[in-house]
Structure formats: C-alpha cells, structure tokens
C-alpha cells in the first residue's frame, strides 16, 4: 500500500514544511495575518502538487510543470485574501508577497532542489527580519495613522490643516468633520514614516493645535 510513498518524497515534503515553519513563525511572532499554520500549509501543499505533477507524468505521460503550473493562479487567489483595504490605508501586501515567494519554495522542495529552497527560504527571511529591523530602525516604515484635533472653528481649522498637509507633500487619505459638546473635531488619514509623523506633530503644535494620533493597524 505504500509503494508510491518513497523516502525522497517524504524527505521532500518534510522540507518544504519545515521551511514554510520557519517563515511562519517570523510572521506569526509579527503578529501577521498569514502565520506558521499558514505557511506550513502553503509550502506543503505547493510541494506535493509538484510531486503529484512529476510522478503522474511519469506513470501517465504528459507534461511535468501542467499541474504544478497552476499554483500559481492559487496562490495569488490566497494572496490576495490577506491583502486589506482600510479607510484608504492597503495592509497585507509584504504577507501576500510571503505566501508568494513560499509557495515557491515548496515547489523546489517537491521538484528536489533543496539547496534551492533552502537558500531562498534563508532570503527570505533576512528581507523579513534584516530589513524589517533596519527600516523600523531608521523610520523608513510608514504606517497608516489617524490625526484627530479637536478646535473650536473646524472651518479655519481645517483651511489651516490642509494648506499645512499640502505644502509637507502630504495627502489625506479620509478627511471628516464633526460637532462635538466642546465644538468640533476634525480628523484624517495619512501614511507617514515616523520621521514625517513627528514633523507633521511639530507643525500642528506651532499652530496650536491639539491633536492626537493612534495607529490604524498594529
């Protein structure tokens, strides 16, 4: 009965999970929408539809990339589910590029390149990990964030406000107004590194301004 399960199968299904584990677990650490059990699967699974692909070319005839070929369309469809569109702000896009590039290295672990896959899973995770760190170390991540003032005029205020985002090169991704006991509030979206957040809270300061910022995303 397991005349079809060879040891270099099982090795190389045993590689593309374990591979997949390792990108998973960065994720799932970051507290990313595509995490271990995620990954695991993905490269799993794109590592058997390759042996699947092989082996049933072999015994059948046919072409040996045909089924393997339509990973590709299914992962994107995956891909794209982690991808989110929030009050103007897209999130999710490095986790669908992950699940991308792991899909990938399942397929070198099921067509046995596993110097291949390893070596790419290594990439991988420094473009993850190294960069990720360099970038949060250097503010060069931007991050949607909500600006909300509180003022008294909201039409003077909010004249002020977008002359001030227009001459920092900065576009609001939502702009809304509205009464409050105290007066009024205004408040926006906008993708900032942490250097423009900090400059565009030095500016709203001078005018005296009393504004307060929460992320929209962790």
Request: with cysteine.
């Amino acid at each position: 009965m397991l005349h079809d399960l060879s040891a270099d199968i099982v090795g190389r299904l045993l590689l593309a999970a374990f591979l997949g584990a390792l990108v998973g677990l960065e994720r799932e650490l970051r507290h990313k929408p595509a995490g271990l059990r995620t990954m695991i699967l993905i490269s799993l699974g794109a590592a058997l539809f390759t042996v699947i692909s092989y082996e049933a070319a072999g015994s059948f005839g046919g072409d040996h990339t045909r089924i393997a070929a339509q990973i590709i369309p299914g992962i994107g469809f995956i891909g794209a589910g982690v991808v989110l569109r929030d009050r103007g702000a897209v999130t999710g896009i490095t986790s669908a590029a992950t699940i991308f590039v792991i899909a990938s290295v399942g397929m070198a672990a099921g067509a046995a390149l596993p110097v291949t896959a390893i070596f790419t899973t290594l990439l991988l995770l420094g473009s993850l990990v190294v960069l990720g760190q360099f970038e949060d170390r250097f503010g060069l991540r931007t991050h949607a964030l909500t600006f909300t003032i509180e003022t008294p005029d909201v039409v003077e205020t909010s004249d002020r406000v977008r002359k001030l985002l227009q001459e920092s090169a900065l576009e609001p991704q939502r702009w809304k107004t509205r009464r409050t006991p105290e007066g009024a509030q205004l408040e926006f979206d906008a993708d900032l590194t942490l250097a423009q957040e900090r400059e565009l809270m030095s500016q709203l300061q001078a005018l005296h301004l009393h504004c307060e910022v929460r992320r929209l995303h962790p």
